[in-house]
């Protein structure tokens, strides 16, 4: 009698899964360090990203010459310390990135939950919202809506989060319609749950996994999309030193002292990497558990 035959994996799907999870682990490290670095940046950098000093303005970073031991990253062209004011927009970028996640996360988590379990006209409702919204060009409403009401964190919080929701009620809404078809739900029908206690407790924790994926993707949009408004004068009000500030005030110095604009844009491309990283990780990751 012959021996049963052991399937294993194809070597290429096992090496893309452990690619996946070297990127997910650099990604977090990545953000990780950032995130570090932003909460603590008082603590780590003594400088102070708001004040200038003329006689001291664009010093170049330690590694040419002429660089100051004072300012490791040099200064920019009001003499304000470029590394104090590189970790004070982090904090920036990452609580406009978190905070417009979650506005527009709880806005289309909604819709599409909604959307998804009722179906008929709520579901209906549902998808022309969501037409609507994808017939709208983000960055154009963006630049009229600031442009019109005034820079500030808040507006641009607001406003980035009512224009990204779209992603989260799609994913929600067909996740959605394959959980509520499952024998659990209708067991917990059956047994008197409310409606309240399906959406939040039965359907909710078993499309959150897909959702955290599309989380890190909105983080890493809105980011960009605030780095592009206070680029062109009309996200983060100076003297906050956003990264897209940054870049835009530098930009006439560029020739003359190029690590003006390199050093936030190397780090706004790695602060984007790195979370793109952790949603690809854990996109590989998710998968792997449904092929079990």
Not at 101 to 126: E, H, N, P, Q, Y
Not at 199 to 224: C, D, Y
Not at 266 to 289: C, K, M, Q, S, Y
């Amino acid at each position: 009698m012959s021996e049963p035959i052991a399937l294993q994996a194809p070597s290429s799907i096992t090496g893309t899964s452990r690619l996946g999870t070297a990127g997910f682990a650099i990604g977090v490290a990545i953000v990780g360090i950032i995130a570090l670095a932003a909460i603590f940046g008082n603590a780590l950098v003594p400088g102070d990203p708001f004040m200038q000093d003329l006689g001291n303005r664009l010093k170049p970073p330690f590694w040419m010459e002429g660089s100051e031991a004072g300012h490791l990253l040099g200064t920019d062209q009001l003499g304000r310390d470029y590394l104090a004011r590189l970790v004070y927009g982090a904090r920036i970028s990452l609580l406009i990135g978190i905070s417009t996640t979650v506005t527009s996360g709880l806005i289309g988590i909604t819709l599409g939950v909604l959307g998804g379990f009722f179906g008929g006209r709520i579901d209906d409702a549902v998808l022309f919202a969501i037409t609507t919204r994808l017939s709208i060009p983000v960055v154009l409403v963006a630049l009229a809506v600031v442009g019109l009401m005034g820079s500030g964190l808040g507006l641009v919080v607001a406003t980035l989060g009512l224009l990204l929701w779209d992603r989260f009620a799609v994913v929600a809404r067909a996740t959605t319609m394959q959980v509520r078809n499952h024998d659990y739900i209708s067991a917990a029908w059956c047994a008197g749950a409310s409606m309240p206690h399906l959406l939040l407790k039965e359907i909710l924790p078993n499309i959150a996994s897909h959702l955290a994926v599309v989380a890190t993707l909105e983080v890493a949009l809105a980011i960009l999309l605030e780095a592009a408004l206070s680029f062109l004068g009309l996200g983060v009000p100076p003297p906050l030193p956003s990264w897209g500030l940054m870049i835009a005030e530098g930009k006439d110095y560029m020739f003359f002292s190029p690590w003006v604009i390199m050093i936030p844009g190397v780090a706004l491309f790695v602060l984007v990497l790195g979370i793109n990283l952790v949603g690809d990780g854990l996109r590989n990751l998710l998968g792997t558990e449904r092929l079990r």
